[in-house]
């Protein structure tokens, strides 16, 4: 199966500051990624998302970069707020179906 | 969550019993899937559908059945419960088949 891995399994912020969450797939194959936010006991949330014939797309206070030379995504959030403290994972697609990361639990510092 | 609702959301059953889940729809949207999430795994591709009567295996299939009779529903279904199937489980969406996935609220499942 794919690999789907995030470098760091929790990441603290104070409020305000930046964040960044990083992912790193195997498959070069890969042709589109979605970042997804889940809070505790809820669904998975469409944050942002990129095709691999893209580098950065920006959204509304994140943005995401994609380097398809060393197989990585990083989601950066802007002026993280408390609302911001959840789980983020990544997923890939390839074929037929998506891959996901195991996520990374942001905690904002107030 | 885009119009997605599961059914029922929390459930506890014994090993051997079978179990129904439900997802229903209001999007009207040609794709939809099951996952299941567990600790230490990312989301996992279950069965999905890619129109009534049309479905198909994921990655973890093995023990799960599913049926789509109209674009609304997606059932999935334990034939008999085993405590590996202890899980969180979520439906998804989606237009297009390699386009987003919205997510449904989950449904959490015990097997004792």
């Known amino acids: 199966g794919e690999s789907v891995g995030l470098h760091l399994p929790t990441l603290s912020v104070q409020e305000g500051d930046n964040s960044i969450i990083n992912c790193a797939y195997s498959?070069?194959?890969?042709?589109?990624f979605i970042w997804y936010k889940q809070e505790s006991g809820k669904g998975p949330q469409f944050i942002i998302d990129?095709?691999?014939?893209?580098d950065k797309r920006q959204g509304q206070r994140v943005t995401v970069l994609l380097n398809k030379t060393v197989k990585h995504l990083s989601l950066q959030i802007a002026a993280t707020q408390p609302g911001d403290s959840a789980v983020y994972f990544c997923?890939?697609?390839?074929?037929?179906?998506?891959?996901f990361g195991t996520g990374t639990s942001l905690t904002v510092i107030p | 969550d885009a119009g997605i609702t599961q059914s029922p959301r929390h459930k506890v059953t014994e090993t051997g019993t079978p179990v129904t889940l439900r997802c229903h729809q209001t999007e009207n949207h040609r794709y939809m899937y099951w996952y299941r999430q567990d600790p230490g795994h990312g989301l996992r591709l279950i069965h999905y559908s890619y129109g009534v009567k049309d479905t198909d295996k994921g990655e973890v299939s093995d023990g799960y059945s599913v049926s789509r009779s109209k674009t609304e529903d997606f059932l999935l279904t334990l034939e008999s419960a085993t405590s590996s199937q202890t899980s969180v489980y979520f439906c998804?969406?989606?237009?297009?088949?390699?386009?987003?996935?919205?997510f449904g609220p989950g449904t959490r499942l015990t097997v004792l």
């Open positions: 997923a890939e697609n390839t074929g037929n179906q998506f891959y």
């Open positions: 998804a969406i989606s237009r297009q088949s390699l386009g987003e996935q919205f």
């Open positions: 990129i095709r691999s014939n893209m």
């Open positions: 498959n070069s194959a890969s042709d589109y």
